[in-house]
């Protein structure tokens, strides 16, 4: 069964089901432009909620040292996503601040996917999202999918996930055809843009089990 992450979890009840769902990792946002932005106090609350073995995960967009610091420590976040973060800084963040590293490398092309090797050295994990149009608010979280055929054959330079525009009627297929060790999503399980939904939330963690 591959671990599963539920991102941009803003609200006890859904924060509860993704745990009781049996989901490996929650993603709280620290980005303002998202629909899924939490403050630090916010993610505080949410983040004494976890038990010790679901990983929390904090998401951000070329984070400078303050935001990072706060989030850290307000949420005690196990692991830090980076989008839109260059592999020497990330290596940079990794090293500063001890936390397991993920980076967000947008696809939509085989040459986007090559350019994940840049990060080997860098990063504890890649997460494959699918790339965002030029000039959306968004890195990630818009429910976008890109061509899984891309990772067929493809020598993955550090173990890595799956993101972008899975849902629970997709998930089983995505895994079976990727053979993903980790699956992300976020607008997939909501019911408007922020507004995660509990049912949509159990059903994704049981089709990424079955
Ligand atoms: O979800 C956001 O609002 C977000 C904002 C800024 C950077 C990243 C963001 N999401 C990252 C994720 O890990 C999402 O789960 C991933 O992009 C997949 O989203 P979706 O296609 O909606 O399932």
Redesign the pocket.
């Known amino acids: 069964m591959p671990l599963a992450k539920i991102?941009?979890l803003s609200t006890p009840d859904t924060l509860d089901a993704a745990i009781a769902h049996g989901a490996s990792d929650v993603?709280f946002?620290f980005?303002p432009p998202?629909?899924?932005h939490l403050s630090p106090d916010t993610a505080a609350g949410l983040a004494a909620r976890v038990p010790s073995h679901v990983r929390t995960v904090g998401?951000f967009?070329d984070p400078d040292d303050r935001t990072l610091e706060q989030a850290i420590a307000a949420a005690r976040l196990d692991a830090i996503?980076l989008?839109r973060t260059a592999p020497d800084r990330v290596a940079h963040l990794r090293r500063s601040y001890a936390r397991e590293t993920w980076a967000?490398v947008a696809i939509k092309t085989r040459a986007d996917l090559d350019a994940a090797r840049t990060y080997l050295g860098a990063a504890d994990r890649l997460?494959y999202?699918?790339k965002t149009p030029a000039g959306a608010a968004?890195?990630?979280?818009?429910?976008?999918r890109f061509d899984w055929t891309l990772l067929t054959g493809f020598r993955h330079p550090l173990p890595w996930g799956l993101?972008?525009?899975?849902d629970p009627a997709n998930v089983a297929e995505a895994i079976a055809r990727t053979g993903a060790p980790l699956v992300?999503?976020?607008?997939?399980v909501e019911s408007a843009p922020g507004a995660k939904d509990v049912d949509k939330i159990a059903a994704f963690l049981q089709a990424a089990a079955s």
């Open positions: 991102c941009g993603g946002v980005f998202s629909p899924r998401v967009v996503q989008h967000a997460l999202d699918a968004l890195p990630g979280g818009m429910g976008l993101s972008g525009g899975l992300d999503v976020s607008s997939g």
